[in-house]
């Protein structure tokens, strides 16, 4: 043995299913130090199993974070995301910030445009589908959190296309819908948007069903960024989207995550949609995220990405 070097012995990662559906608990990982590559493959593995895995106990910082992301694939650029101005900015460059709070820390004020813009997390979606290359995971570490309320829940996408009918599943196969983030802020009464804020959320095309690149497995691509059914009337495409949701949330295929102090969460947003719970916002509820970015489009898109 000589002096400097690691004497612990490595931990083993091991996972527990903890809903009836999806959703992995984590144990043995140390999110602080960097991955060895066979618990890399563990993590990896139970992603592609479970979709959403939970750790407890990470204390990490944004350096970090970051590190373990990268784990997985390459880091998501933010642009384009939200309204937030360069100069706003609390967090460094690669962290996303979902906290309640402002550059000095405080909460956002009631009326404060960044906090009307992010109540739109309170509806079901999956993170960046308004991304000609959607994302790939995102995770989630809780910093600080609200004494009460903010709890994230998470819905199975491939679960719910399971459980749709033959006649469903061959009707919307080939299907493509249209996300954009003007849509979903659209539906919750947010519309003032200036010209170069809308131009940057011009809509993409996803396809509605998704087969995961490893276990072939398929999943319905649903989000309240999508707002339209490529050559369907508008309407006609918000009422059957609507239905789509309401089965795909259906409580038993819902996990309902209730966050402690230093909890990181992964979820594959090809797989999974997720939505935050109200919470008191006058107390500061830290979180950040960091996303890997996806690897692919999923349908050719109408115009340059
Ligand atoms: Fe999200």
Redesign the pocket.
Known sequence: MSFGKRTEAPMTISIRQIHPVFVGEVTGADLTRPMTETERAAIDAGMDRYAVLVFRDQNITDDQQMAFTLNFGALEVARGGNITKPHELRLKQGMID?SNLDKEGKPLERSDRRRMFNLG?RLW?S?SSFRAIPAKY?ILSARSIASEGGNTEFADMRAAYDTLDDKSRAMIEDMVCEHSLIYSRGSMGFAELTDDEKAMMRPVRQRLVRTHPVTGRKSLYLSSHAGNIVGWLVPESRDFLRDLNEHATQRELVYVHRWRQYDLVIWDNRQTM?RVRRFDESQPRDMRRTTVAGEAMTVEQAVAA
Do not use: E, K
Request: negative net charge; proline residues 0%; aromatic residues 0%.
């Open positions: 979902v997390n979606h993170d995102s997720h």
